[in-house]
C-alpha cells in the first residue's frame, strides 16, 4: 500500500507542466498547541511545497520600540485616613471626581510588562480642628489644611467635640510597576482575545499639594485594569486601583488610638481606592502584535526528486525485515542414568513451549547433554541423545511446538557445566538461534 501511495504521487508529480498551471494551494490546520500553514506553489517540473509550523504559545522576543501601551482615564477615587472612618456611613462623601489616571506600560512578552502610572485626584478628607487635640499625648499637625476653616457637621455626637473641618487640596501619586496579563497566564495566547485582565502591583511616592504647604510619603499601588477589544490598536478600559499609603501624609498619625473604637484604628497606612473609564491605545513599532515563534522547511519536488525517492522506497520494500530473536535459555536437568521427564520439568517446557509458538518466525536448538565422569564416552553419547529426544517428543507431541522451529542435537559427556557440580550436566538446554 505505501509503495502504491509513492508511485501514483510520483506520477502525478511527472506529470507534464499543463497538469501544475494552477495558482498556489494554501492548506491550515491547527490544534491545541500549534498552528500549521502548508503552501504548495506548482512549478514546470513538480512543485514547491513550504510547510509553517507556529507555535500558539510562544513568541519571539520583541525589540525596545515594539508593543507599548498608553492608557488613560478618568472617574472617582476616596482617600481614607485617620479620621475618615467616624463617616463611615456616609462613605460616598468621600468621594472625589475627577481623579485621572495615566499609565505607560513596555510588555515584554504578552504575559508580563513593566511600567510607570501616574494618579493625580483632589485631596478630600477630614481632620480635627479643635484646638484641644492639636495639644498632650495626641498632638498632630494636619496637612492639608485650607486658608478657610469649613467644619463637618454630619460626624455622630460623640464625634461632635473634635469639630471636625475638611481637608481641601490635590495629590499626584508616580509609581513603577509589573504588569501580568491573567488572560494570556491561564488561558493562554490569543491574539485576538476580546476581554483582557491586566493584573498590575508596584510602589512609588505620593505628593500631597495645599495652601498649608506640601508633603509626600511612600505609596503601595495594586490594580486590575479591564479591556475591551475595539480594534487591533485601541481597548475600552476600566481601571479598579487601590493603594496603601503612610499614615503621616494627612498628618494624622495616632499612636494610640483605642482599636475597640473603630476597625481601621492604629493602622500604619491609609488607604485610596478608585475607578477609572478610559482608553488602552498600543503604540510603537508593530504596536501590539506579537510574532509566534515558528519553524519553516521548504521542500523541491521536481521529475528528479520524484524518480530518486521512488527507487529508494522499492530498494526498501525489497530488503526483508528481519524478525527480532528473542533471547532464549532453559535448562531441563535429569537424574544419574535416565532421560524420563520429571513432573517439576514438564512445567518448564511447557512454559517454553508457550514462548517457542508465540514466535513462529524464530528456530531453537534442543542440545542434549551427560555428565563425563560418571559413564564412558559411548554411554554418555547415548544419554545425551535420548535426552534431547525426550524434551523434543514433549515439545511437539504434548505441547504442540511446530517441529520446522527446532533443531535437536547432542554432545555425549561434558565437563561441569554449572557451578562445578557434575549433577546439572546431565541436562537438556533450550536456546534461541541467532541467524
Known amino acids: 500500500m505505501k ?19 494552477q495558482d498556489v494551494k494554501v492548506t491550515r490546520s491547527e490544534d491545541e498547541n500549534t498552528i500549521t500553514v502548508v503552501e504548495e506553489t506548482p512549478t514546470a ?9 507556529m507555535e500558539k504559545n510562544s513568541v519571539f522576543t520583541n525589540g525596545f520600540w515594539h508593543n507599548w501601551q498608553l492608557s488613560a482615564g478618568i472617574g472617582t477615587q476616596m482617600y481614607y485616613g485617620d479620621n475618615d472612618w467616624k463617616v463611615a456611613k456616609k462613605v460616598p462623601e468621600m468621594f472625589v471626581f475627577p481623579a485621572i489616571d495615566l499609565y505607560l506600560t513596555k510588555w515584554a512578552s504578552p504575559s508580563f510588562g513593566v511600567g510607570l502610572g501616574f494618579n493625580w485626584a483632589p485631596f478630600k478628607g477630614l481632620y480635627q480642628s479643635n484646638p484641644v487635640y492639636q495639644n498632650g499625648p495626641r498632638a498632630l499637625t494636619a496637612n492639608f489644611i485650607p486658608n478657610k476653616v469649613t467644619l463637618y457637621d454630619k460626624a455622630d455626637n460623640q464625634y461632635v467635640s473634635e469639630k471636625l473641618a475638611y481637608q481641601k487640596g490635590s495629590y499626584l501619586n508616580i509609581f513603577a510597576l509589573a504588569h501580568a496579563d491573567l488572560m494570556n497566564i491561564f488561558g493562554g495566547f490569543k491574539p485576538n482575545r476580546v476581554f483582557d485582565i491586566d493584573a498590575y502591583a508596584g510602589g512609588g511616592v505620593v505628593f500631597g499639594f495645599a495652601e498649608s ?24 478600559l476600566l481601571n479598579i486601583r487601590g493603594a496603601l499609603i503612610g499614615d503621616a501624609f494627612d498628618g494624622e498619625a495616632y499612636t494610640g488610638e483605642p482599636t475597640k473604637q473603630h476597625w481601621l484604628g492604629n493602622h500604619k497606612f491609609d488607604g485610596q481606592f478608585g475607578a477609572t473609564l478610559g482608553l488602552t491605545y498600543n503604540i510603537g513599532k508593530e504596536y501590539s502584535k506579537w510574532h509566534l515563534a515558528e519553524r ?53 517446557i511447557h512454559a517454553v513451549s508457550d514462548l517457542i509458538k508465540s514466535t513462529p518466525n524464530t528456530k531453537y536448538l534442543i542440545c542434549g547433554y551427560a555428565d563425563k565422569q560418571t559413564a564412558t564416552p559411548a554411554h554418555n553419547l547415548m544419554l545425551s541423545e535420548n535426552r534431547a529426544k525426550a524434551v523434543y517428543n514433549v515439545m511437539v507431541n504434548e505441547f504442540g511446538v511446530n517441529p520446522d522451529q527446532l533443531v535437536m542435537d547432542y554432545k555425549g559427556g561434558v565437563d561441569y557445566m554449572f557451578y562445578n557440580m557434575k549433577e546439572l550436566s546431565r541436562c537438556t538446554m533450550i536456546t534461541s538461534i541467532k541467524e
Open 213 to 236: 504647604g506640601n508633603v509626600h510619603d511612600a505609596s503601595f499601588n495594586a490594580g486590575l485594569m479591564n479591556t475591551l477589544r475595539l480594534t487591533d490598536q485601541l481597548r475600552l
Open 296 to 348: 519553516t522547511s521548504v521542500y523541491q519536488y521536481d521529475k528528479e526528486t520524484v524518480e530518486k525517492i521512488v527507487k529508494e522506497v522499492v530498494e526498501v520494500e525489497k530488503e526483508v525485515a528481519k524478525p527480532e530473536v528473542p533471547e532464549v535459555w532453559f535448562h531441563i536437568n535429569f537424574i544419574i542414568d535416565r532421560w524420563d521427564i520429571s513432573k517439576k520439568e514438564l512445567i518448564n
Open 45 to 53: 517540473t513538480g512543485k514547491v511545497v513550504t510547510t509553517t509550523v
Open 3 to 21: 509503495k502504491l501511495f509513492v508511485l501514483i504521487a510520483a506520477a502525478a508529480f511527472i506529470a507534464p507542466a499543463s497538469v501544475f498551471a
